[in-house]
Nanobody
Framework: VQLQASGGGLVQAGGSLRLSCAAS????????MGWFRQAPGKEREFVAT????????YYADSVKGRFTISRDNAKNTVFLQMNSLKPEDTAVYYC??????????????WGQGTLVTVSS
């Protein structure tokens, strides 16, 4: 499966962005999907995950209440709605597919990343 992330950009603090991650190659409807991010000089960290039905989600404490993960299995796409953005949300955001989980090793395939920059 190939993943293509999009929707990143420059936004002011307090603003919103919606990231998309489109899968190709085969259906991902049986896979858990996740979003991770990596800020400059830091390790990649978990952001959010969603199970294959979309009925279960889990978030990092740092984004809980501000970010929402969702998926459209008919369109083979997973989304990350990001509201009330803060400068510390600045990072390259990666989508990943595999299992419903919070660590890198839960996932089998990764997208290329999309840059989100939040200005103060």
């Amino acid at each position: 499966v190939q993943l293509q992330a999009s929707g990143g950009g420059l936004v002011q603090a307090g603003g919103s962005l919606r990231l998309s991650c489109a899968a190709s190659g085969r259906t991902f409807s049986n896979d858990g999907m996740g979003w991770f991010r990596q800020a400059p000089g830091k390790e990649r960290e978990f952001v959010a995950t969603i199970n294959w039905t979309g009925g279960s989600t889990y978030y990092a404490d740092s984004v809980k209440g501000r970010f929402t993960i969702s998926r459209d299995n008919a369109k083979n796409t997973v989304f990350l709605q990001m509201n009330s953005l803060k400068p510390e949300d600045t990072a390259v955001y990666y989508c990943a597919g595999g299992n419903y989980g919070t660590v890198n090793s839960d996932y089998d395939y990764w997208g290329q990343g999309t840059l989100v920059t939040v200005s103060s």
